[in-house]
T-cell receptor, first 109, second 117 residues
Framework: KNEVEQSPQNLTAQEGEFITINCSYS?????LHWLQQHPGGGIVSLFM???GKKKHGRLIATINIQEKHSSLHITASHPRDSAVYIC???????????FGEGTQLTVNP | GAGVSQSPSNKVTEKGKDVELRCDPI?????LYWYRQSLGQGLEFLIY????????KSGLPSDRFSAERTGGSVSTLTIQRTQQEDSAVYLC???????????????FGPGTRLTVL
């Protein structure tokens, strides 16, 4: 079993829909990262969380440390949001990020 | 401002040859990471540098892989006697490490796409 599990693996939405991507992890962490990878391959860091909730524009990320779970929400989705969203955790015992498999999001106009 | 840069952007090589991949982190960033993404696979950690030292090399897949960082800046990932399974996109990231490795935003380079024929 992977230490970081994301769901769903693939998600197709219509423009304007509210989107949720989930991430569960099974290890102790000091931080959780949400990354976005566009079709060209470039990776952008969206959020780094260690507790609570963060918001940036139409993106919201939450984390529940007790339940070892994080969610990434996109409000009023747009075709330009189409990308792979990757959850990664920084384990308390190490110095590396451990990645989920990613969620492929497609937003249709 | 300059972000993380990597060179070359694409590299095609023959099986058995050595390759060197270069990463130029953001100026002032003390932490540098190498990752690999094979086709259709997730990101895989390779090695982490803090300054010029590599406290975590445990992600390197074999002794054919090595990396160094000089002057706390540029890093080179070397793959000796390349194999077809080494074909992947190799990504570099850097972070400022104000609060500690992994708890600061990592800035990714565009990657080097390596194809081993």
């Amino acid at each position: 079993k992977n230490e970081v599990e994301q769901s769903p693996q693939n998600l197709t939405a219509q423009e304007g829909e509210f989107i949720t991507i989930n991430c569960s992890y099974s290890v102790g962490i000091s931080a959780l990262h949400w990354l976005q990878q566009h079709p060209g391959g470039g990776i952008v860091s969206l959020f780094m969380l260690s507790s609570g909730k963060k918001k940036h524009g139409r993106l919201i990320a939450t984390i529940n440390i007790q339940e070892k779970h994080s969610s990434l929400h996109i409000t009023a989705s747009h075709p330009r949001d189409s990308a792979v969203y990757i959850c990664a955790v920084f384990k308390t015992s190490g110095s590396r990020l451990t990645f989920g498999e990613g969620t492929q999001l497609t937003v249709n106009p | 401002g300059a972000g993380v840069s990597q060179s070359p952007s694409n590299k095609v090589t023959e099986k058995g040859k050595d390759v060197e991949l270069r990463c130029d982190p953001i100026s002032g960033h003390t932490a540098l990471y190498w990752y690999r993404q094979s086709l259709g696979q997730g990101l895989e950690f390779l090695i982490y540098f803090q300054g010029n030292s590599a406290p975590d090399k445990s992600g390197l897949p074999s002794d054919r892989f090595s990396a160094e960082r000089t002057g706390g800046s540029v890093s080179t990932l070397t793959i000796q006697r390349t194999q077809q399974e080494d074909s992947a996109v190799y990504l570099c990231a850097s972070s400022l490490v104000e609060r500690g490795p992994g708890v600061d935003t990592q800035y990714f380079g565009p990657g080097t796409r390596l194809t081993v024929l």
